[in-house]
T-cell receptor, first 110, second 115 residues
């Protein structure tokens, strides 16, 4: 079955540490996206990539970094510069305006 | 600057009755609208969409209405079922001068169906 896999589902990290969230898709989609969900704020776009080796900042990119070395993979690194990293992170891929979402990673910084 | 707004953070509806979820947008360049349903700790799943050239789209129990002049859309669920209890996100496509089609999400409405 084609889909998007995000791992891990839950992640705990100490304050000041960088952490990388995995997102893998086997849908052969060119475009991939990272969103962050906070209570009362909906889903906000962090970074997106329209094609391999290219990515663009979204609305709240500060404190995050991404790479897109392979079509299937779009990992997100939450750096120590991100002031409020505790959130639910969603990865998505898209083809012809049809979005497929992963099941998310809940990151808690303690 | 919230371009897509869902002003009701929560809604409770009796089972079997109609659920109406509302969404307002500010960017007149949005040309496609979608509704997603989301359970806790899961990704959103697509429900129904509507193009800006239409004013209504129906799929089973779900109907989406679009009022372009008011920049308002709504999702109707009839009849409401307990399994409909979830958070519903309105989302919009377009709205960019650069051709980058990114979804802009609303803040979500938590729907609770009361048995």
């Amino acid at each position: 079955d084609g889909g998007i896999t995000q791992s891990p589902k839950y992640l705990f990290r100490k304050e000041g540490q960088n952490v990388t969230l995995s997102c893998e898709q086997n849908l052969n989609h060119d475009a991939m996206y990272w969103y962050r969900q906070d209570p009362g704020q909906g889903l906000r776009l962090i970074y997106y990539s329209q094609i391999v080796n290219d990515f663009q900042k979204g609305d709240i990119a500060e404190g995050y970094s991404v790479s897109r070395e392979k079509k299937e993979s779009f990992p997100l690194t939450v750096t120590s510069a991100q002031k409020n990293p505790t959130a639910f992170y969603l990865c998505a891929s898209e083809e012809n305006y049809g979005y497929t979402f992963g099941s998310g990673t809940r990151l808690t910084v303690v | 600057d919230q371009q897509v707004k869902q002003n009701s953070p929560s809604l409770s509806v009796q089972e079997g009755r109609i659920s109406i979820l509302n969404c307002d947008y500010t960017n007149s360049m949005f040309d496609y609208f979608l509704w997603y349903k989301k359970y806790p700790a899961e990704g959103p799943t697509f429900l129904i969409s509507i193009s800006s050239i239409k004013d209504k789209n129906e799929d089973g129990r779900f109907t989406v209405f679009l009022n372009k002049s008011a920049k308002h859309l709504s999702l109707h669920i009839v009849p409401s079922q307990p399994g409909d209890s979830a958070v519903y996100f309105c989302a919009a496509l377009g709205g960019s001068n650069f051709g980058n089609e990114k979804l802009t999400f609303g803040t979500g409405t938590r729907l609770t169906i009361i048995p």
